[in-house]
């Protein structure tokens, strides 16, 4: 693929540009905006974005796994998955 | 979450709603993310807000282009194609054509992933 993916720097610079801020304090803005969601969605909150998207948590059990390579039966603790559902309008536009 | 509270007749008829923590689970909203981040770096909220949309729009814009949005730490988005498919309406039986179109979807990174294990 030719086209290059879309980096926090990329996002950085796009907010400098149309906000005229400081270019480190929008790295700040940008890291703080994901660190934050991070955390949340660590503690257990589902976060809703009008016009973008919900992140949920789902559950999953614990279960008995294998190592693959040397064949040892090893315990996969309970964990959380995050899943995102874009919302219509996001869906509609990447589809345009 | 938001709860339905309504007061006594004392009080007034007036109906409230109170965001009520720990009762049910609570939905971080856009709001609660641009309070967090402008109390955080001591911003002005207005920008924190113009900033987030600035962001989100641009995430957009990439994913309209078929273009892999990466964060390192929190996780990555990027869009795969459903082929095109012939199937049955199931309620009238007349074949239909579904044409080909994109989805999104959203890999945790790999440290998201280790914190989201419980003890």
Redesign the interface.
Known sequence: MA??????K??AD??AD??G?ART??S???D???????S???N????????????T?RDKNPRNGRNPRTGESILI????????K?SKK??E???? | MYAKVVLPMGIGKTTFFYRIEGWMVTTMLKKDLINKVSEELVLQKQDVSLALDIILETMGEALAENRRVELRGFGSFSTRTRKARNTKNPRTGVMMNIPERKTLHFTMSKSLKESLIHQ
Do not use: W, Y
């Open positions: 086209k290059s993916n879309l980096t926090r990329d996002l796009a907010v149309q906000l801020l304090t929008c700040d803005i940008v703080a905006f994901f660190d934050s969601m991070k949340t969605l660590t257990g909150e589902p976060i809703k974005i009008v016009h973008f998207g919900t992140f948590l603790k309970k964990r959380q998955m995050v899943s995102f874009p996001l869906r536009r990447v589809n345009e």
